[in-house]
DNA sequence: GTCTATAATACGATAGAC
DNA sequence: GTCTATCGTATTATAGAC
C-alpha cells in the first residue's frame, strides 16, 4: 500500500500530463488525488516544493526505464540497443505518455525559469552520454567526437519529434520510423537522400 | 506609424518571449506596451482572443522570414539555401530569439490546448515542404518520400536543438555546428559516424 | 479610443478542529 | 494526518467618465 504523498505525486504527475508544469492547480491536484489543499501543504512546502519533488520523481522514473536495462547485453546487439533507447521515449503508453509530456514541460518551463537548467542539464547529459557510447559500439571505427555529435543530433531529434507526436502534428509511428531513418543515415547507412 | 493595436500585438510578443504564452499577464502586457488593461480588452474580446492573435502575428511574421527570400536565386545553390533557410530560427537576435521562444511556446502549449494544433500543423507543414523542395534541388537523384523524410527529421532537429539552446543547455555555435553535421549526412556526405 | 476605478473570481496558502 | 473553512492577493474583466 502506497502513502499519501506517493499517491499525491502520482496524481502531481498525471494533472502536469494532462496541463502541464504550468497550468498545475493545486486545488485541481487535491480532487485528482482525492484529498484535500491543505493536506498537500501539509506533505509539501509549497507549490513550488511540490513541483520540485513531482519533476524528480517523475526523472526517478523514467531513469529506471533505462537503468534497468542490462547495458550491453542487449541481443540485438548495440543497434538494435540503440533504437531501442531512442523509441523509449515514443511510445503510446500511459507511462511513457505522461513522463514525456512532463519532460517536455520541464524543458518548456526551462526557457522562463534559469532554476530549472541545471536538473535538466544533468538528466540530459547523462542520456546523450548513454547514445554516444551505443554509437560508439556500433561503429567502434567511428570517432569519439563524431559520436557524440551524433548522439546530440539524435536525442534532440527525439525531442523534437516527441514535442510534435505530443502535440499532434505527428503520427506516432511515423515519428518512430523517422528515427529509425536517422539512425540509419548518422551510422552511414542506406537513410540518406541520395 | 503602427495603431494601438499592433502596438499591442508586437508588446505582447516581447512578453511571450520573457513569460511564456502561460506566463503572460494581462496587467504585464499593458504595462509593456504601455496602455491600460482596459484598452486591451477593448481591442481585443478576452485573453484568450488576444493569445490567439498574437500567436497568429507571430506566425506571419515568421512566414515572412521565408516568403521574402527569392526562392531558388540562391548565390551559393540550393546547398547554402538549405543551410541558410534551417540556420534563420538559430541566431542570437532579438528578432529571431522572440520568434523562436513564442514558436516554442506555441508548440508546448498546444500540448495542452488542442484549439491551437491547426495552425501548428499548418505553419510546420510550409516549412518541411520548403525544406524538402530544397532538398529536391540539393540532391535531384533522390526520392521525393526520402526527401520529405530528410526535411521532418531536419526540421524536427532544428526545434529540439532550438529548445536546447533557450532552455540554456546549449550553445548556439554548438547548436548551429550541429544542424550543419546534419546536413552533410543527410545529403550522403562526410557528416556520419563512420 | 483611451483612461481610472472597481467588480468578480481564481488561486495559493493558512488557521484551527478533530 | 486529514479535514472544513477562510484569508489575502493576483488576475481577469467590466463600468463609466472623458
Request: glycine share 8%; no cysteine; proline share 4%.
Amino acid at each position: 500500500m502506497l502513502d499519501r504523498r506517493t499517491e499525491i505525486l502520482m496524481a502531481a504527475t498525471r494533472v502536469i500530463a494532462r496541463r502541464g508544469v504550468r497550468g498545475l492547480r493545486v486545488g485541481e491536484l487535491a480532487t485528482e488525488a482525492a484529498v484535500s489543499t491543505a493536506l498537500i501543504y501539509y506533505h509539501f512546502t509549497d507549490r513550488a516544493g511540490l513541483l520540485r519533488e513531482t519533476l524528480a520523481f517523475i526523472s526517478d522514473r523514467a531513469d529506471r526505464y533505462t537503468a534497468e536495462r542490462d547495458p550491453g547485453a542487449h541481443p540485438g546487439g548495440p543497434r538494435a540497443e540503440l533504437e531501442q533507447v531512442l523509441m523509449l521515449e515514443l511510445q503510446d503508453t500511459a507511462d511513457v505518455r505522461e513522463n514525456s509530456t512532463a519532460w517536455g514541460e520541464l524543458r518548456a518551463t526551462a526557457v522562463f525559469e534559469p532554476g530549472l537548467r541545471e536538473d535538466l542539464a544533468k538528466v540530459t547529459h547523462t542520456w546523450v552520454y548513454e547514445i554516444a557510447d551505443l554509437l560508439a559500439r556500433a561503429r567502434p571505427d567511428g570517432t569519439a567526437p563524431a559520436h557524440a555529435a551524433a548522439a546530440e543530433r539524435l536525442t534532440a531529434l527525439v525531442e523534437g519529434l516527441s514535442t510534435r507526436w505530443l502535440s499532434g502534428s505527428l503520427p506516432l509511428d511515423h515519428a518512430r520510423q523517422l528515427v529509425r531513418g536517422a539512425i540509419d543515415t548518422e551510422l552511414g547507412g542506406s537513410g540518406a537522400v541520395g
